[in-house]
T-cell receptor, first 112, second 111 residues
Framework: AQRVTQPEKLLSVFKGAPVELKCNYS??????LFWYVQYSRQRLQLLLR??SRESIKGFTADLNKGETSFHLKKPFAQEEDSAMYYC??????????????FGTGTRLQVTL | EADIYQTPRYLVIGTGKKITLECSQT?????MYWYQQDPGMELHLIHY???????EKGDLSSESTVSRIRTEHFPLTLESARPSHTSQYLC??????????FGQGTRLTVV
């Protein structure tokens, strides 16, 4: 079974403060990890994926297989970062019917 | 333009009615998904498909059914709607384990 856990429902930070959104996963095979973001009244969209190892909108996430974590980080929060963030997991083996499973989501609130 | 479309965007319907939520994608993706989401809350996978004539139930038990007769089309049907079915339904598609693209969603209200 695959599972994604996001322990915080709400994270409130001040503008300019560092942000860390936590994500832990459980999966027996090779995981593909993603962070999705949902801004107010917009579609859910991909923010970044671990395999691309890139920084998007100042956010980065590193896959730690030892700790089975994929935490999302940004050094300085901006007001426009306020949104709902979802961690997601899929199996990397394209030959299997792997499903895309989401965590419960964390609402990030950036205040002045 | 390649996209994923859901219709209707909003639906208010009486208890006991049969409804079909439409989802179509023009990206040629093999995988498609249906999620149930209350606004601002977690997404629950209710159905997924990895190709034509293949469908699987997701993590959340649902009274809905799906079909995948064509690659681009993945409709969800409720034979008899109930107030407990009131929610937002999100359709998504992906090419294998790659990025999933989401539709705008259908907000269903059963009265």
């Amino acid at each position: 079974a695959q599972r994604v856990t996001q322990p915080e429902k709400l994270l409130s930070v001040f503008k300019g403060a560092p942000v860390e959104l936590k994500c832990n996963y459980s999966y027996s095979g090779s995981p593909e990890l993603f962070w999705y973001v949902q801004y107010s009244r917009q579609r859910l969209q991909l923010l970044l994926r671990h395999i691309s190892r890139e920084s998007i909108k100042g956010f980065t996430a590193d896959l730690n297989k030892g700790e089975t974590s994929f935490h999302l980080k940004k050094p300085f929060a901006q007001e426009e970062d306020s949104a709902m963030y979802y961690c997601a997991l899929s199996g990397r083996n394209t030959g299997t019917a792997s499903k895309l499973t989401f965590g419960t989501g964390t609402r990030l609130q950036v205040t002045l | 333009e390649a996209d994923i479309y859901q219709t209707p965007r909003y639906l208010v319907i009486g208890t006991g009615k049969k409804i079909t939520l439409e989802c179509s994608q023009t990206m040629g993706h093999d995988k498609m998904y249906w999620y149930q989401q209350d606004p601002g809350m977690e997404l629950h996978l209710i159905h997924y498909s990895y190709g034509v004539n293949s469908t699987e139930k997701g993590d959340l038990s649902s009274e809905s059914t799906v079909s995948r007769i064509r690659t681009e089309h993945f409709p969800l049907t409720l034979e008899s709607a109930r107030p407990s079915h009131t929610s937002q339904y999100l359709c998504a598609s992906s090419a294998g384990p790659a990025e999933a693209f989401f539709g705008q969603g259908t907000r269903l209200t059963v009265v």
